[in-house]
Each structure stands twice: as C-alpha cells, then as structure tokens.
C-alpha cells in the first residue's frame, strides 16, 4: 500500500475543497442568498450572473487571494496606481480603498461584457475616489485586438481558446502611463500572458513605475515561447529590478535603479 506524504495529502484535501466551493449546488445557494451581489473583503462585488462561478470565491474572501495580500503588504499609498486585467472589480476596490484620499487609480479591462460591471462595483465601494476604467487590452502596439472569452471571468485572455470572441482596442503600456501623468506609479498585472509585451520590448513604459505585483503566465509572443519561470525572470535581466514576494506565479518587484 503506498501512503500519500502529506503535502501531496493536502493538495488534495484543497482540490476537494475548492471543488465543493465551486460545485454547481454551492454556487446555486450562493446565488438564492445573495444574488448576483457578494459580500467579498469589506466590499459588495457584483458578478456577472447570479451563481457564478467567481461568486463562492468571493464569498470565501479567497479570489486573486495571493495578489490583494500582496498589495495590501507592498503598495505605496500615496503613489498612484495602474491595473491591467481589472476584470470584475474585487481587486480594483481593494487597492483603491487603500490609497490614500485623492490618489488617483487606472483600471484596464478588455472583456466587453463585464467593464460595465466593474464600473458599478468601483461607484458602489470606492465612493468618489477618483478611479478611471479604461476598455481595451494591452500589447506591443496601438490598434486592435481579438479577446477570447471564456465561461467565466477566470478565464478569458488574448491567446486563449474561450466560448466566443471580441474585437477590442488595443493600448500599449505607454498609452496607458501616458493617461496618469509624470509621476511615479505602481503596478498591478493580471493579462493572461500579455505582460510580456511590456517586459520585453516596452519596457521604457517602466521607467516612472517604482512596485509591480504581476501575475505572470507562460506565453507566446512574436513567435517565441516562454515558460513561467522565463517570464518571471524577465524583469530581473536588466538589474533594474528585484523580486521581493512571490506566491506560485504571482511575484512582486521592486525597482533598485533610479526611476526615470
């Protein structure tokens, strides 16, 4: 009889954990108490349908668990900030929520269906905090894109196979810096791959960002393929930055160089 060790025992317990957290049964109840609105860290995040599959993780408080830590734990408060991949807001709200009053914020969604949903779940929970929400996606250049959309806000990316399909502006990271002003700014990345963009032939648009917290994600860009753990070493082959925190793929860096 082989015996499983206990770190392999506990994936498991939290693989049947998160499989009842999400089960359609649960998501059902989820969806009768509350509806399409979620209690989720101190906030109210609407989803896109009621019993969704986001909603028993925001429910558990567990959803982009490892990025919200992290900016709780390493963003400056007073320092504006950028988020690429805003999706339904539960991120967005906790990093405005904790910048200082009158700290401006920049969120950039591309799925169509849901920027309209994280505008209200911003209005609802960050009051009059001045929070801007940007539709397009981010690449190497300006013009457009093609967006697939999955089944759930989880998983819908440029490059992935989704259920349907968007045609959507596309913005390089300089654009986009370029809508915040001269002053230093900190970031926050969620794209499904498209930071590359910005890590590897972009990377001027860096030049005033002081902190990134970056989800990355194996990817193909200009017909190369990079592992995770490429990707999560592109900001460190310069010496402008260092990784300080790290969960899984999600990793925070903090600029050593002068900023620009």
Request: with cysteine.
């Amino acid at each position: 009889m082989t015996i499983a060790s206990a770190p392999v025992r506990a994936k498991r317990l939290k693989s049947i954990a998160f499989a009842l957290l999400t089960s359609r049964s649960a998501r059902w109840l989820i969806g009768l108490w509350f509806g399409d609105t979620v209690p989720f860290r101190g906030t109210r995040i609407k989803t896109a349908s009621r019993g969704s599959f986001e909603a028993p993780l925001l429910l558990a408080g567990i959803y982009e668990r490892a990025e919200i830590d992290f900016v709780h734990r390493h963003i400056p408060t007073t320092q504006r900030v950028i988020e690429l991949g805003a999706s339904l807001g539960g991120n967005s709200c906790q990093i405005a929520r904790t910048l200082a009053p009158g700290v401006p914020m920049l969120c950039v969604e591309a799925n169509p269906e849901i920027v309209g949903i994280l505008r209200e779940n911003i209005a609802r929970n960050c009051g009059t905090r001045p929070v801007e929400v940007l539709h397009g996606m981010i690449g190497d250049a300006p013009g457009e894109g093609i967006l697939e959309i999955g089944g759930s806000t989880l998983a819908s990316g440029a490059g992935h196979r989704g259920v349907r399909t968007a045609r959507v502006p596309m913005y390089s990271l300089a654009e986009v810096v370029d809508r915040i002003g001269a002053d230093p700014y900190s970031l926050v990345a969620d794209i499904e791959g498209a930071e590359v963009a910005f890590l590897t032939v972009n990377r001027d648009a860096l030049a005033r960002c002081t902190v990134m917290i970056i989800e990355c994600h194996a990817t193909e860009f200009r017909g190369r393929r990079y592992t995770l753990d490429e990707v999560l070493a592109l900001p460190l082959q310069a010496g402008e930055w260092e990784m300080v925190d790290r969960y899984h793929a999600v990793a925070v860096y903090r600029r050593i160089a002068p900023a620009r």
